[in-house]
C-alpha cells in the first residue's frame, strides 16, 4: 500500500480542490482562498500562486517579519457517482511567506514551509512527518486517475461487477466496510460495482446495494505507467473470468 507520505503528497500534487485556512481570514470566502495552482518544491516547501490583491497575499505580506502559520487543506472526491463520495482529506500545516519575483504581473507566489501534515482518506488516519513528505513519491497514475475510473465506469462497468468473482466464498455472509478493503468482502451479488480509487498498487471498487462496502483488488506488481496499468487491468479482468 501507498505510505502515508506519499498519499498525501499525492493529494497536494493532485486536482482535488484545496483551500488555504489562516488565522484572521474567517471572513474570506473559499473561493478567495483556493490557490489557482499548487507545486511541491525540492525541500519540500509548497507554493501556492494566487492573484496579487487576495487576502492571503496580504496576509503574508503584512506577516514578513512574524511567522504566518497556514493549513492547507485538501479534498478528494471520488470521480464518479458512488455513495459517501469524498474519498479522503489530507492537511499540510506550517508558515506562510510571500515569494515576490517569481510569478507573472498580477499573480504572487506564496511559499507553506510543512511543519506537520496528516491524511485521513480510504487507508486510515495517519500523521506525516516533514522529512518524510519532502522524499515521498507523488503515485505516477495521479495525473490520469479521474479519466481513467471514468472510462472504467462508463465503458467497462460489466467487467468491474465481473471482479466480484474474485472475493471468492470468504464474503458469502454480510460483511463489513473493513473486512472487506482487506479483501474479504462479498461476492457482490446484488450490488452495482463502481471504480473508487486506482493506484499503481491496485484498484478499489465499492460495491452498492442493501449494504455498501469496498473492495481492494492488488496488482500483481505496481505499475509505472498507463501502458502498464492497462496489462495489470487485463490480468484482473482475465482472472475473475476464470
Do not use: N
Amino acid at each position: 500500500m501507498p505510505s502515508a507520505a506519499e498519499r498525501t503528497r499525492t493529494l497536494v500534487q493532485s486536482t482535488c480542490s484545496a483551500v488555504l485556512l489562516v488565522p484572521g481570514l474567517d471572513g474570506a470566502r473559499p473561493e478567495q482562498l483556493t490557490p489557482h495552482a499548487r507545486v511541491v518544491g525540492p525541500d519540500g516547501e509548497v507554493f501556492l500562486l494566487y492573484p496579487a490583491d487576495s487576502p492571503a497575499v496580504r496576509a503574508a505580506t503584512h506577516a514578513q517579519d512574524d511567522e504566518l502559520a497556514a493549513v492547507l487543506e485538501i479534498t478528494d472526491v471520488a470521480p464518479v457517482s458512488v455513495p459517501h463520495r469524498i474519498r479522503g482529506r489530507a492537511w499540510v500545516s506550517g508558515w506562510l511567506t510571500a515569494v515576490p519575483g517569481l510569478a507573472e504581473p498580477g499573480l504572487m507566489m506564496l511559499r507553506l514551509e510543512v511543519g506537520e501534515a496528516c491524511v485521513d482518506d480510504l487507508w486510515g488516519a495517519e500523521s506525516v512527518e516533514p522529512e518524510d513528505f519532502a522524499r515521498a513519491f507523488v503515485d505516477p497514475l495521479v495525473s490520469h486517475e479521474a479519466e481513467l475510473l471514468q472510462h472504467l465506469h462508463s465503458a467497462h462497468s460489466d467487467r468491474v461487477q465481473g471482479l466480484c468473482e474474485l472475493l471468492g466464498e470468504r464474503g458469502d455472509g454480510p460483511v463489513d466496510g473493513a473486512e472487506a478493503a482487506d479483501g474479504k468482502g462479498g461476492k457482490g451479488q446484488g450490488q452495482r460495482a463502481v471504480p473508487l480509487a486506482l493506484d499503481r498498487f491496485g484498484l478499489r471498487v465499492r460495491f452498492v446495494g442493501e449494504r455498501c462496502f469496498d473492495a481492494r483488488f492488488d496488482f500483481p506488481e505496481p505499475v509505472r505507467s498507463v501502458s502498464e496499468l492497462r496489462r495489470a487491468m487485463r490480468t484482473l479482468f482475465e482472472a475473475a473470468s476464470h
